[in-house]
């Protein structure tokens, strides 16, 4: 005995594999209806194949035409994959951390002695002012190196004025009687100060120098940063 998984369908005595035709059941109410089926008019004006056709309403359902709206986003999606495409180049070319264009200014940029930047930032601090006053006039390139010449000429110009003073003042006052012992002894005790602090300042400056290090000192590195810009503004001209 075969089962059929439609109660109110009929065997169809056609179909040589024993199917069965639709259902016969018919809705008692268009509640039971979602599709219009118990409605015979709204089943009559339906078309065929009309696939806006709106089930129960009897109606086909109108499509808005809006003229060049595929144009429009057809280009919306063509300028999409072509800015998805568009290879933009890192801003890294051209130079070390730097854009093309831009002035040298780093630990590693070429400079106009052809010398390594952070050899003539420690010869900047080797030769105290001096080293700094040659690299600040004559480094045309790297304003890493025009930086520490600066900072040395900063830092090291009046420390040095400061103690060519301090020992002027002890030979002069050397021969003169009670007094020359005490100027000998408060002045040296000074210039023995500055001696140490500056010579370990130095001592740091070069090393961080040497490890391309753009160290900033208080009170110090905004005369020096005036110093380099000033000297920027004038090679501009």
Not at 10 to 34: H, L
Not at 136 to 147: A, D, W
Request: charged share 10%; hydrophobic share 35%.
């Amino acid at each position: 005995m075969g089962n059929n998984p439609n109660p109110g369908s009929q065997p169809d005595s056609s179909n040589t594999y024993g199917g069965y035709t639709g259902s016969s059941y018919t809705p008692k109410s268009p509640a039971e209806d979602p599709y219009g089926a118990y409605n015979p008019q709204a089943q009559s004006q339906r078309p065929g194949n009309d696939p806006n056709y709106v089930y129960g309403s009897g109606q086909a359902q109108q499509q808005q035409y809006r003229p060049g709206a595929g144009q429009q986003q057809q280009q919306y999606s063509s300028a999409g994959s072509s800015a998805g495409n568009t290879y933009v180049p890192p801003q890294s070319v051209g130079g070390r951390g730097r854009s093309s264009g831009q002035s040298n200014s780093g630990p590693y940029d070429s400079t106009t002695f052809k010398l390594k930047a952070t050899t003539e930032a420690v010869l900047s601090y080797l030769f105290i002012c001096f080293g700094g006053i040659f690299f600040y006039l004559f480094e045309r390139k790297n304003r890493f190196v025009r930086y520490h010449a600066a900072q040395s000429i900063v830092t090291f110009g009046p420390a040095f004025l400061v103690y060519l003073i301090l020992q002027l003042a002890i030979n002069f006052f050397a021969g003169v009687f009670l007094l020359g012992p005490v100027v000998h002894l408060a002045f040296g005790c000074v210039s023995t100060a500055i001696l140490v602090v500056f010579g370990l300042l130095w001592v740091f400056l070069i090393f961080q120098a040497y490890r391309g290090v753009n160290t900033r000192l208080p009170f110090v590195s905004k005369y020096a940063d005036q110093l380099v810009n000033g000297f920027s503004r004038k090679k501009s001209i």
